[in-house]
């Protein structure tokens, strides 16, 4: 298994060398020999669906987390659609996700036949404001139409939303938080990790996120019994345990052996990761200092750092002139969710100034465990000369 000392031979004189947003080639030249023993022994067993890889990433992806069940699920879409299913929502239950984020969150609600409630995020953490989400609840409550359920927090960029928060909240109006921890994975709050920090938690393993596969999955993770069986038999077409009979609808939300094989693998490397994401997020933040505004995460908050994320005016420019120096940046995301055509009739009234704000200025910098410390020193050079 590559360990440490692997890791920075790989890294090592590359200071001068390309700088990729992300980096999918260097774990994969890492780990590619371990990946493909794991997928001929797949050709041997011939188990491609709920073959053995299945079970073992399932209990390895638990134990990570701390929580006591996780299903591995086809994508982080399917994860959050599987938890809003479990729970049998309809079009009187109101859902409440915070207006910045991946259009998922929004299309989940959609596709399972809720109403989504959009909230206004933070303007320093980027995460969804307790304070609008207990105004968003007392309108709902007031209007008397749609019953509160549900709130689904996002963790954005990789930071834990406010958990803690949230929870009063929800508690009070008898709602359930699912954590959209698509992009946190690998995060904690206080000493828990992401996967055991409320009642449900989906993430996603698309190939760019803190834990990618070589495709599409995702993990559902809960402490609660009867709320995984449910998830297993949604997951497996609504059958029953021994799978003859349909008993709820469900839909095929299974992950391929081949794709747990190569969590497995990525696995064995994901404690190095973290670590090196946390170290090039920290020697940004002493680079940039208070050159520019950067999202800001609250005492006992660990970030998965799935995104290194700053708030500028100047945008296109800034953009442009790294391009130029070979600095690749990013937008994550162009439009607040009610400002997309899909979802403009959920629109509150008002809009969701933050979210809008946020929208003209995020800027995401290249983040990956694989930058070396000084190809983030010329990423701040370069950054702070054209801010
Ligand atoms: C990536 C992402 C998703 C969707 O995950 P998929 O695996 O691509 O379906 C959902 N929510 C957020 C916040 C994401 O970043």
Redesign the pocket.
């Known amino acids: 298994m590559p360990d440490q000392k692997t890791l920075d031979a790989r890294t090592a004189g590359a200071d001068a060398g390309p700088i990729r947003f992300f980096d999918l080639e260097t774990p994969k030249k890492m780990l590619r020999a371990d990946i493909e023993k794991r997928w001929q022994k797949i050709l041997d067993h011939g188990a491609f669906i709920g073959g053995p890889e299945v079970g073992e990433l399932e209990a390895q992806l638990a134990g990570w987390a701390g929580a006591k069940h996780a299903l591995a699920v ?7 659609v599987i938890a809003l299913m479990g729970e049998e929502v309809n079009a009187n239950d109101a859902i409440f996700i915070p207006g910045f ?5 929004a299309n ?1 609600v959609l596709v399972a036949g809720a109403t989504p409630i959009f909230v206004d995020v933070e303007a320093d953490t980027c995460n969804m404001d307790p304070a609008h989400l207990e105004a968003q609840v007392e309108a709902v409550v007031r209007e008397g139409k749609l019953r509160p359920r549900m709130v689904i927090a ?3 960029y990789g930071l834990p939303a406010n958990y803690p928060a949230i929870h009063k909240i929800a508690r009070k109006h008898g709602m359930l938080v699912l954590a ?4 946190s994975f690998g995060g904690a709050q206080n000493g828990v990790r992401i996967g055991a920090l409320t009642d449900m938690t ?5 190939p760019s ?1 803190t834990l990618g596969c070589y495709g ?3 993990a559902m993770l809960t402490d609660d019994a009867a709320r995984f069986e449910r998830w297993s038999s949604i997951r497996w077409h609504g059958t029953d345990a021994v799978k003859k009979e349909s008993i709820r609808v469900g839909v095929n939300g299974r992950l391929d052996s081949v794709q747990c094989a190569v969590l497995l693998s990525k696995l064995t490397v994901f404690a190095e990761e973290m670590k090196a994401r946390d170290r090039i997020a920290q020697r940004y933040r002493q680079g940039l200092g208070n050159s520019v505004k950067m999202q800001r995460v609250p005492e006992g908050y660990q970030n998965a750092w ?1 995104l290194f994320t700053v708030m500028v005016e100047n945008r296109a420019d800034i953009m442009k002139r790294l391009q130029d120096k070979g600095i690749p940046t990013s937008i ?1 995301y162009f439009k607040a969710l009610h400002q997309h055509r899909a979802f403009a009739a959920h629109a509150p009234k008002g809009g969701l100034p933050v979210c809008e704000k946020l929208a003209d200025t995020v800027l995401s910098l290249p983040m990956h465990p694989y930058l070396t410390d000084g190809q983030v020193d010329r990423i701040v050079a370069e950054f702070k000369a054209v801010v």
């Not at 086809?74 to 959050?80: E, H, I, P, Q, R």
Request: charged share 15%; glycine share 12%; no cysteine.
């Open positions: 086809a994508s982080g879409t399917d994860a959050l984020t991946y259009n998922a969150t989940a996002v963790d954005l959209d921890a698509a992009q989906a993430t996603s393993f698309y996120k599409d999955g995702g799935g994550y």
